[in-house]
């Protein structure tokens, strides 16, 4: 039975993930920075690329 990402991404806790596109969720402990456009991750070479909203929020969330 295959589900789609956006299907997956509700079933894990809101708190520590954040749905970056329609190929990728990211666990928020993972992230090492951000950009508008881009979440760099820890131990990851290139970029995921975000909309620029899931940045903002994320900006917000890491400020606190």
Known sequence: YLRIIGDVYH???ADQFIYCNR???VN???IEK???TH???KNKK???DTA????MILSMLFSK
């Open 11 to 13: 079933l894990l806790p």
């Open 23 to 25: 190929s990728c969720i």
């Open 28 to 30: 928020i402990k993972m």
């Open 34 to 36: 951000l950009s508008d």
């Open 39 to 41: 979440i760099y991750l």
């Open 46 to 48: 290139d970029p995921v």
């Open 52 to 55: 620029q909203q899931e940045s």
